[in-house]
């Protein structure tokens, strides 16, 4: 075997244990996935998986890191193919159309990191913390730009509300398949509602 053969053997081996790690990681949390298990499902000696990850934080830290980058790469692809400038509300409806997309085409890696998140350790959250601050101040510049254009209404806590629209789009991957509707349609739902909420004024 030449070395670019073994360098891609090695490759598709990782990437094999990090979709088996992803899977059992996104239904029996942290605390209840161990090595040998996520070895056993892919028919490998647990010993072949400590030459490719030397512990558990390191596959929970590259699941983590592979999630958030999803996430903002395939947001990057829906913001971009506006163009030039868009306006805040295709800008949003954008955004939320690429995340639902992430969450729900990479659901074993996503809810991997939604439901890990609080359990995992302290060095494995400071590792992947610039990357998912990088992400996250994409969405707190989109609100500044909200409030710029007066479309959030002044004394609207915006933390508060990017937490609220967070909760909403990462937890589509527990009822997204019994819905009966599109990410499209859920991102405009999920827009609209943003925008002008559910309460029907009273009209004289």
Same mark, same amino acid.
């Given at each position: 075997m030449t070395l670019i053969q073994a360098t891609k053997k090695s490759a598709v081996t990782r990437q094999l244990i990090l979709d088996a790690a992803a899977k059992m990681l996104s239904r029996h949390?942290?605390?209840g996935t161990y090595l040998k298990d996520i070895a056993a499902s892919i028919?490998?000696?647990?010993?072949?998986? +400590?030459?490719?990850f030397n512990s558990k934080e390191a596959l929970m830290q590259e699941v983590l890191?592979?999630?958030?980058?999803?996430?903002?790469?395939?947001?990057?692809e829906e913001v971009d193919k506006l163009g030039h400038k868009p306006d805040f509300v295709s800008l949003l409806k954008a955004a939320i159309r690429g995340h639902l997309i992430a969450i729900l085409r990479h659901a074993d890696y996503t809810l991997a990191s939604i439901r890990n998140y609080g359990q995992i350790p302290k060095s494995v959250h400071?590792?992947?913390?610039?990357?998912?601050?990088? +992400?996250?101040n994409f969405w707190r510049e989109l609100f500044e730009q909200a409030e710029k254009e007066g479309v959030i209404r002044s004394g609207v806590n915006t933390h508060l509300l990017r937490l609220a629209l967070f909760g909403s789009m990462n937890w589509a991957t527990i009822w997204y398949a019994d819905s009966g509707t599109s990410v499209e349609?859920?991102?405009e739902s999920q827009a609209d509602l943003f925008l002008h909420g559910c309460y029907k004024e009273e009209r004289d």
């Open positions: 949390g942290y605390h028919n490998m000696q647990a010993g072949s998986l +400590y030459y490719h890191n592979k999630s958030i980058q999803l996430i903002r790469d395939i947001v990057e400071d590792f992947a913390q610039a990357d998912r601050d990088a +992400y996250e349609e859920i991102a």
